[in-house]
């Protein structure tokens, strides 16, 4: 914003004139806003409150005192023949030479290969050759394959899921306030490789960044400790860093319930920390006749778990490939996890897979709690199922196991999978969920719709743990056969 050194006399009975201008001040402004057309297709709004405003009915930019207005009390703005812009203002009159140039966009660190089924992580960034816009108001807008181009957003990072083996070509190109759009996207043009073999390159360098993230804002936390207001900016920027994480581990569980005349489904996750080690699935099989469904739990806390759970969902959708049994699938993991796990670490976890026709389900259980089946009268049964957990390095001479069931449902009757953050929940005096007074709650809500299972069973988790801290990650998924019975 160049601010040009006439100004306007004040208003009286003879109006006087500044040397150079024909401009004349008036006592009051006529109206509130004062809208005019520039050459470039877009909207200025002259403003006694907001200053000077820019649109291109889409986006909005505010100019005033502190962007080199005379000030912000702005009467009316034309455009001269050479394409500048000129203010009547309260303090005088600004001049506005618009910035033509576009920013210039760029893909920080793209990917080449992506391993098969695993998310692909982008980080868009641009720069504003003069400078006019701040970094945190360039918006960007993407696509990929040479599909529509998304809306413009500030949002700069982004997460691409379920894509397709084979060559991909992501384009992003950047806006900025002044409306400029950069002619020629950056782009990168990456491999999702076929599922042959798995490698969670991408999820375990994001874990590392953030955990990075984590000890260098700790660190500078640390050494700013006695300046209050970088301390708390650099608490909120961390905050913000473990929401996202929380977020993208959020979205590697399903959407939404399932809800159809034979099969009805839900589940919640709710972390100890931003992020955990818990995690559940379900989704239909075999091009719809088989109800997958199953919950894990990774050893370890906070970040270390999250990355791990999300190496898991990848490999989860792999095992599941060609209609394969629970018992299968879940062998697979261990071998898979073996390759992945140190020797401290290992996973529990617990599969079903419900034919929606019949009624039959196929359980396989690796040292997960065991599933429970609710009869739509109230009755409990606890499906014993003892054996090993996966990806647990044994010791010579010993050999895995998972242990396999099989059941026939009737209508109305539901299986249940629940981590042992559910038991071990304590309250504030440190007592303990515990499975009776679990089984106690699920007997109280037989028959109910899976969906308002799950949910009274969380308040009612959330009411008992009160105030006390959460130690554990607490996750529980309920599947039903058929409709309810009464």
Avoid at 297 to 314: H, N, P, T, Y
Avoid at 328 to 340: A, C, E, I, P, R
């Amino acid at each position: 914003m160049v601010i040009c050194g006439s100004r306007f006399w004040p208003a009286s009975g003879n109006s006087k004139k500044e040397s150079g201008s024909d401009c004349r001040m008036v006592d009051r402004p006529v109206s509130k806003v004062r809208p005019r057309c520039s050459s470039r297709g877009t909207v200025w709004l002259a403003s006694q409150i907001e200053g000077a405003i820019h649109t291109d009915g889409k986006t909005w930019t505010r100019y005033g005192a502190k962007s080199g207005l005379p000030s912000s009390w702005v009467w009316d703005v034309t455009e001269d023949a050479e394409g500048n812009l000129w203010f009547a203002t309260q303090g005088g009159l600004g001049c506005y030479r618009p910035d033509m140039s576009p920013p210039e966009t760029e893909l920080l660190n793209p990917p080449v290969k992506v391993a098969p089924l695993e998310p692909v992580y982008l980080q868009l960034s641009a720069r504003d050759s003069w400078l006019g816009t701040p970094e945190d108001e360039l918006q960007f807008s993407w696509r990929i394959d040479a599909g529509e181009w998304s809306p413009f957003t500030t949002e700069n990072r982004l997460l691409l899921d379920r894509l397709s083996s084979g060559t991909h070509r992501f384009e992003v190109r950047s806006l900025d306030r002044q409306f400029n759009i950069d002619p020629t996207p950056a782009a990168v043009t990456f491999e999702v490789l076929a599922p042959v073999i798995f490698r969670p390159w991408f999820l375990a360098l994001s874990g590392i960044g953030l955990l990075a993230l984590v000890l260098t804002t700790g660190a500078a936390i640390h050494r700013s400790r006695r300046l209050k207001q970088t301390q708390q900016r650099l608490i909120d920027d961390l905050e913000s860093e473990l929401q996202e994480a929380h977020e993208m581990q959020m979205s590697l569980l399903p959407s939404g319930a399932i809800d159809t005349d034979n099969v009805q489904a839900a589940g919640r996750c709710v972390p100890a920390n931003h992020v955990g080690g818990d995690y559940y699935s379900f989704d239909w099989m075999g091009g719809g006749e088989s109800f997958v469904f199953g919950a894990a739990d990774v050893s370890g806390k906070a970040m270390k778990a999250a990355v791990r759970v999300m190496q898991l969902s990848g490999m989860l959708r792999y095992e599941l490939r060609d209609d394969r049994t629970p018992v299968q699938v879940l062998k697979g993991l261990h071998w898979l996890l073996l390759d992945h796990l140190d020797v401290a670490s290992f996973v529990t976890s617990c599969l079903g897979s419900l034919n929606a026709e019949t009624g039959l389900v196929q359980l396989a259980n690796g040292g997960h709690p065991y599933p429970i089946h609710l009869t739509a009268d109230g009755k409990l049964h606890e499906i014993e199922m003892p054996s090993m957990p996966l990806g647990m390095t044994l010791p010579s001479g010993v050999t895995h196991n998972v242990v396999d069931r099989e059941l026939s449902l009737e209508a109305g009757e539901t299986i249940i999978f629940y981590s042992d953050g559910v038991t071990d929940l304590q309250d504030e005096d440190g007592e303990f969920y515990g499975e009776e007074q679990f089984f106690d709650a699920l007997k109280l809500l037989a028959g109910k719709p899976p969906t308002e299972l799950v949910d009274a069973l969380m308040d009612e988790l959330g009411k008992f743990k009160g105030k006390a801290a959460q130690t554990d990650d607490v996750t529980m998924v309920a599947v039903r056969w058929g409709a309810a019975v009464g």
